[in-house]
């Protein structure tokens, strides 16, 4: 029996799902039920049957999905797969902003712990976060923790004051503009694809910007047949997949996470046998931090 035949042999044993963000490994992507980016498969997490969720991603998405589901148990291949970005914000800063502005949200992107969540008012992925913040009532947003797509919002909503956070997605952040350029020139009938997370040099020279399912849904849209992806290169195996006839190119130093490529078949197989790795959040960490993470979904649809 192969491996991914073992894994799906257990997955119906266990009656277990696997969930699989587009920056993980291609291999892991097959065995997916599910793959996505970070707002769909939440909402993806809150419709299923399935007893067990199998999260291959990053820690912050294992505990966004056990905070959604309590009644299920949700496993994460290795605990260790974690978000630098998610931890850069800090909840004393949370608390000054609020004392220094009445009027004021505090937005965090799904990329956080669940203790930055616990202390704020809506959560957001890159997909939706423009919409949710138009429509929220208040005049101050205090975007946490990622700077520049807190930027991109700004620039989209600009009817609103916005403070900034300076976290920031050390993949993201990696890529420069001279090697946009240096790409563009090199294809220069290609469209550059980048995703709000890239720092603000990058999305000027950016032909579309957002989210990872925006920009796999562009590349697949337009009539184009040229792209230099501007988002971490586990996005490459959809867009080929999608689109076996078109071109995608990178920057020069291709954008790689660490962390999402973690995930493996063998990880898989392993807490699928084992039951190891399962994600614990405490009942009032839940019960608050869950609050932001349903009204963006209520708000986000």
């Known amino acids: 029996m192969t491996i991914v035949e073992e894994i799906q042999k257990l997955k119906q044993e266990k009656n277990a799902v696997i969930l699989a963000h587009y920056y993980v490994r291609p291999e892991v992507q097959d065995i997916a039920d599910y793959i996505g980016d970070s707002f769909y ?16 991603g990053v820690s912050f998405m294992g505990e966004s999905a056990k905070i959604l589901n309590l009644d299920k148990t949700v496993l994460m291949p290795d605990p260790t797969a974690d978000c630098p970005m998610a931890h850069m914000a800090d909840v004393e800063s949370i608390k000054k902003v609020r004392e220094e502005y009445e009027d004021v949200a505090v937005v965090c992107y799904i990329n956080s712990t669940a203790a930055l969540k616990e202390y704020s008012d809506v959560c957001v992925t890159s997909a939706n976060a423009v919409k949710i913040v138009k429509a929220l009532p208040n005049k101050n947003i205090y975007f946490i923790p990622d700077r520049n797509l ?23 952040e990696r890529m420069e503009a001279d090697e946009v350029r240096e790409a563009k020139e090199e294809h220069p009938d290609a469209l550059v694809l980048s995703h709000p997370e890239c720092n603000t040099e990058v999305l000027k020279l950016s032909d579309y910007i957002g989210s990872t399912s925006g920009i796999i849904k562009y590349a697949t849209e337009s009539p184009c047949n040229e792209f230099i992806i501007c988002t971490e290169e586990g996005v490459h195996y959809k867009l080929v997949q999608n689109n076996p006839d078109k071109h995608f190119y990178y920057p020069k130093t291709v954008p790689v996470c660490p962390n999402m490529k973690k995930n493996t078949l063998e990880k898989v197989l392993h ?15 839940r019960e608050n931090s869950k609050k932001p993470l349903e009204r963006m979904l209520e708000l986000g649809k």
Do not use: M, W
């Open 41 to 56: 498969l939440s909402r993806v997490a809150t419709e299923l049957s399935e007893s067990t969720i199998v999260f291959c």
């Open 271 to 285: 807490v699928l046998k084992t039951g190891k790795n399962e994600v614990h959040v405490s009942d009032s960490l």
């Open 150 to 172: 807190a930027h991109f919002v700004a620039d989209q909503v600009p009817e609103k004051h916005f403070i900034y956070n300076e976290g920031f997605c050390p993949t993201h």
